[in-house]
């Protein structure tokens, strides 16, 4: 039985202003689909994050439902979970496209009763599946479909004053006594030892990650996940297919990709990373402007560090003529250890209460001093001052 595992699509991602629809269409005909051509999985399993935004926009919902469409006419059975990016709207056809052999989980369904996967030759996988769920989602779920349990449900939730996902997820699992082999855990979560890229954002449980140790899962054969970003085994059954694409300019040296996993009775005989070509490029770039400018005309989506210590007049526009992807321009973190940035009223002597005048022109050139470290020039303070001169008569209206 041969499998494809990816993850992390993102369809409909914005990198820094520029949508990334386009590219990802690109890359599905030209790299993605011919893959599975090449290789003829029995099964493709998307592990959440299929869309960027929950309320995904009209073209967005168009690449996805081109490439449902793509699967069906390949006749490729596909499971798609959801992920902490995703909604219920991306799974609104569920009942219909299950009938192609499309199946789209946004409930514990499939981990109550795994799904059973059989392919041609009459080989049989089983697959327990927790789509992403926020807690409240998860707490319905659980009191849906271990109803026998309930029992057991009240104690603990009466005995919590706050609920944690980890606590629930253990229970979720304690509900699973004997399981069909060779079974298949699908998820989307953060296990310890696996490496972040930055990017794997919670949207619908802000503020708190929730990492699981693996030692949770040991009763599965095989761990296919989404969530973290970057194409990764951990322990010996966790796979982690990583994002479709780099989506950030610090993932431009990674490579991306998918998993091929193959079993022969019940066992793995083959596992692969297979790397893929992202559709375009991306690359940081730190100069001085006048180096940059001369640089060759370079059409990747770049971003660019600015050495320069005077600041530059128009340096994107400028920039633009050379590179004309380019997404992002700053300049580089100056050393801040000869200017003072701790804000604490310790640390300003200006607000010494013995020397204290509130004049806003000698506090503003203490402030610029702190800042700056040197005193404000003559030309400097005269444009100030007239700001100043101007915001006083503006005042002196309102209040008239
Ligand atoms: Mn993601």
Request: negative net charge; contains cysteine.
């Amino acid at each position: 039985m041969k499998i494809i595992h990816t993850s992390d699509w993102h369809l409909g991602k914005n990198f820094f202003g520029k949508k990334l629809t386009e590219e990802q269409s690109i890359f599905f005909e030209k790299y993605f689909f011919p893959l599975l051509e090449d290789i003829k999985p029995d099964l493709l399993i998307i592990t959440g994050d299929i869309v960027d935004k929950p309320n995904p926009d009209y073209e967005t919902q168009q690449l996805f439902k081109d490439i449902l469409y793509n699967l069906f006419d390949k006749k490729i059975p596909a499971i798609f979970i959801l992920g902490n990016h995703d909604s219920k709207r991306i799974s609104l056809y569920k009942e219909f496209l299950r009938d192609l052999n499309l199946i789209l989980v946004d409930n514990l369904n499939y981990f109550k009763n795994p799904f059973v996967f059989e392919n041609r030759k009459g080989e049989k996988a089983y697959f327990y599946i927790l789509p992403y769920l926020s807690l409240y989602e998860l707490k319905e779920n659980m009191e849906n479909f271990w109803q026998e349990e309930i029992q057991r449900f009240a104690i603990f939730f009466n005995s919590k004053n706050q609920l944690f996902l980890k606590e629930l997820i253990e229970l979720l699992l304690s509900f699973q006594n004997s399981l069909k082999r060779p079974a298949f855990l699908l998820g989307h979560f953060a296990l310890e030892k696996g490496i972040f890229t930055g990017e794997e954002v919670t949207l619908k449980c802000i503020g708190r990650e929730e990492i699981f140790p693996i030692n949770f899962f040991e009763k599965y054969d095989f761990l296919l996940l989404g969530h973290l970003h970057r194409l990764q085994k951990i322990s010996h059954k966790a796979y982690y297919a990583g994002s479709l694409l780099p989506y950030s300019f610090e993932e431009a040296n990674y490579n991306k990709g998918v998993w091929f996993l193959e079993l022969k009775n019940n066992s793995l005989v083959k596992e692969e990373k297979i790397y893929l070509n992202p559709s375009f490029k991306i690359k940081t770039l730190k100069g001085y402007f006048n180096d940059l400018i001369k640089y060759p005309k370079d059409e990747a989506y770049i971003k660019v560090i600015l050495k320069d210590e005077i600041p530059v007049l128009h340096p994107f526009e400028r920039l633009k003529t050379v590179f004309p992807n380019l997404l992002v321009l700053e300049y580089e973190e100056k050393d801040k250890s000869n200017a003072n940035y701790d804000f604490n009223a310790d640390s300003l002597e200006i607000f010494d209460k013995a020397e204290i005048d509130l004049n806003e022109e000698k506090l503003f050139k203490e402030f610029y001093k702190l800042i700056e470290g040197n005193e404000i020039d003559e030309k400097l303070f005269k444009v100030f001052q007239k700001y100043l001169e101007n915001f006083n008569e503006e005042l002196n209206k309102e209040t008239l």
